[in-house]
């Protein structure tokens, strides 16, 4: 894959037929060199040293080769023969995916997937054909089938409008700066319609094999087929924060990368830190490929990711009670407005993603005076300042009078930091992590006996750039 990635870049011709996205799927999806080896891995360790989602997809019984990298036929019990395609070449997500576990797989085509919990009402068993287990899903998939022809046929529209060659032509520096930030706005949803619709379309595709069933709620009996769901439009055009907006782009990348990569090179026992980050961010940026606006876009989004973190802990909690539950009668002019910088952040945070190439990108930022740079810029700089410690003084002040919140509501109101899509929620903390990494390394060879020190100046960035190159392989 990343030899295609470089002879895309070096070829650089449009017309040319592109196999890099089909293959970065199966990357994903066959996972032959992560997830299904983790799986395997998993199921033979006892159940207790296992997270839950690490018990869900262990694969407790390896499969034969056949029936991983074949078709297999196999006879039931009342010697009806299947042909069963192997997950690999599955057809409705071959290509643009979305990907999924072997456990999943496994689970549809024993049927065992559609199985009632115990303990449900056996009159909430969602309605088959005849004898099938699989639920009937027809309505749900010819839903998501003309949904996802309405965003291609939106994107043929829109692109007819917006396109790149816009932003990089001649007219384009004429307009206002409002009319060019909007112009950009419109140019990334209009790259992102594509995307809605192919994988709307393989989602749907993955419904009717049955291969999306989710469940059904014990109470209303209602089905779910969001299982293999790899996007949610509303949910990016309507963020109104960084995370927001990038756990609903992907959903299946940002699983891939946060099962099998974070919290993989993970030693037991600790706490994922700059090594796992470091790594998911690598194994992400290969994985898209190596044209210079991958790499400019991941790496402002990271910083995007730490100022708006920083938004929402420290000014934030002024638009609610004091106990953080309910909105202020200013709530909405906030979340407004945190709508209108996020949406306007990411739409210059994107445009080397489309354009690709190092000039194009620089070219598109300066004709927007790379906005989003000084204002990230801007904030890490009035977070990193003594304005810092004023919000934390005058935050106290305004919860002061708050209950102590409950254990979980605390767990409720914070994440686990993972990277999303490989990049790291707070670059800062990871060079801080780095850092302790050193200092701990220091510290156990002098308690062996070696005469070392605290490595300063050039010698700890010599250090730093050791590190990297030891997780990545890369030397800086």
């Known amino acids: 894959m990343s030899i295609n990635h470089i002879h895309r870049q070096t070829l650089n011709d449009p017309g040319t037929v592109d196999i890099t996205g089909a293959q970065m799927v199966l990357v994903m999806k066959v996972r032959i060199l992560s997830a299904f080896c983790w799986n395997v891995y998993d199921g033979q360790l006892p159940e207790k040293d296992l997270a839950d989602v690490q018990k869900n997809h262990a694969v407790r019984e390896l499969p034969g080769l056949l029936e991983y990298t074949a078709y297999v036929v196999r006879a039931t019990r009342s010697n009806c023969v299947h042909i069963v395609l192997i997950r690999q070449l599955f057809f409705p997500s071959l290509f643009a995916g979305p990907s999924f576990d072997y456990v999943d797989y496994q689970q549809w085509i024993e049927t065992t997937m559609f199985e009632l919990p115990p303990g449900t009402d056996p009159a909430r068993a969602p309605r088959s054909r005849k004898k099938r287990k699989i639920p009937r899903s027809g309505t749900p998939a010819a839903i998501k089938a003309a949904t996802g022809v309405g965003w291609i046929l939106l994107f043929i529209k829109f692109n007819s409008w917006y396109n790149s060659e816009l932003v990089l032509g001649d007219e384009f520096p004429k307009y206002s700066f409002l009319r060019r930030v909007w112009i950009l706005q419109m140019l990334g949803f209009t790259t992102r319609l594509k995307f809605y619709g192919v994988w709307t379309l393989t989602e749907g595709a993955c419904i009717l094999s049955g291969l999306g069933y989710q469940g059904v709620d014990q109470k209303s009996g209602r089905v779910s087929w969001n299982r293999l769901q790899n996007?949610?439009?509303?949910?990016?055009?309507?963020?109104?924060?960084?995370?927001?907006?990038?756990?609903?782009?992907?959903?299946?990348?940002?699983?891939?990368?946060?099962?099998?990569?974070?919290?993989?090179?993970?030693?037991?026992?600790?706490?994922?830190?700059?090594?796992?980050?470091?790594?998911?961010?690598?194994?992400?940026?290969?994985?898209?490929?190596?044209?210079?606006?991958?790499?400019?876009?991941?790496?402002?989004?990271?910083?995007?990711?730490?100022?708006?973190?920083?938004?929402?802990?420290?000014?934030?909690?002024?638009?609610?009670?004091?106990?953080?539950?309910?909105?202020?009668?200013?709530?909405?002019?906030?979340?407004?407005?945190?709508?209108?910088?996020?949406?306007?952040?990411?739409?210059?945070?994107?445009?080397?993603?489309?354009?690709?190439?190092?000039?194009?990108?620089?070219?598109?930022?300066?004709?927007?005076?790379?906005?989003?740079?000084?204002?990230?810029?801007?904030?890490?700089?009035?977070?990193?300042?003594?304005?810092?410690?004023?919000?934390?003084k005058k935050l106290k002040e305004h919860q002061s009078t708050a209950p102590p919140q409950p254990a979980d509501l605390q767990r409720q109101l914070s994440h686990d930091g993972s990277p999303i899509l490989g990049m790291p929620s707070d670059p800062g903390a990871l060079v801080d992590e780095a850092v302790r990494e050193i200092a701990e390394e220091v510290e156990l060879r002098r308690r062996q006996g070696s005469q070392v020190k605290m490595p300063e100046g050039k010698e700890l960035a010599g250090e730093l750039k050791q590190k990297v190159t030891e997780k990545t392989g890369i030397a800086l």
């Open 231 to 392: 996007v949610n439009a509303f949910g990016v055009e309507t963020a109104q924060n960084s995370r927001a907006y990038l756990e609903n782009w992907n959903m299946n990348t940002n699983k891939w990368l946060r099962n099998y990569i974070y919290l993989r090179v993970t030693p037991k026992g600790k706490k994922p830190g700059f090594r796992a980050s470091l790594a998911t961010f690598t194994t992400s940026a290969f994985w898209h490929g190596f044209y210079p606006g991958y790499y400019l876009s991941f790496t402002l989004a990271a910083f995007v990711q730490t100022a708006a973190k920083n938004f929402r802990r420290y000014l934030r909690p002024f638009f609610l009670k004091p106990d953080g539950s309910r909105p202020t009668a200013y709530k909405p002019y906030y979340d407004f407005a945190s709508y209108l910088a996020t949406q306007a952040i990411f739409s210059f945070t994107t445009a080397p993603f489309i354009l690709l190439t190092l000039p194009d990108s620089l070219l598109v930022w300066t004709r927007v005076y790379f906005y989003a740079i000084i204002a990230v810029g801007g904030s890490t700089a009035l977070f990193a300042s003594p304005a810092k410690a004023y919000f934390v």
